[in-house]
């Protein structure tokens, strides 16, 4: 079956971290873009960070740089995100999706999304 499963969400209290993984099965993801997006309560989906396929090129929103990294192991089929620093405002579902195009659209397979929520 392909498929993205996504895990490590939870909660957080504002300033701390979380490391999202998404892990790629029924397919090889080396010869796809990996991105990240999230759906924060009542807004829109927006792309959060993405990764080439072979890893050469990271992209993030203003609103992550420097507190994101998003990062691949093509060995272990998954793509990982490190989310330090993080605030109320990064509370959302992330998803992770996979490009065979680029980092910019076409996103066809998707995962089915992980809550993580900032609170004290």
């Known amino acids: 079956q392909v498929q993205l499963v996504e895990s490590g969400g939870g909660l957080v209290q504002p300033g701390g971290s979380l490391r999202l993984s998404c892990a790629a099965s029924?397919?090889?993801?080396?010869?796809?873009?990996i991105g990240w997006f999230r759906q924060p309560p009542g807004k829109e989906r927006e792309g959060v960070s993405c990764?080439?396929?072979?890893?050469?090129?990271?992209y993030y929103a203003d609103s992550v740089k420097g507190r994101f990294t998003i990062s691949r192991d093509n060995a272990a089929n998954t793509v990982h995100l490190q989310m330090n620093s993080l605030n109320p405002e990064d509370t959302a579902i992330y998803y992770c999706?996979?490009?065979?195009?680029?980092?910019?659209?076409?996103?066809?397979?998707w995962g089915q999304g992980t809550q993580v929520t900032v609170s004290s």
């Open positions: 029924g397919f090889t993801a080396d010869y796809w873009h």
């Open positions: 999706a996979a490009s065979r195009s680029s980092c910019f659209t076409a996103f066809i397979r």
């Open positions: 990764i080439s396929f072979n890893g050469g090129s990271t």
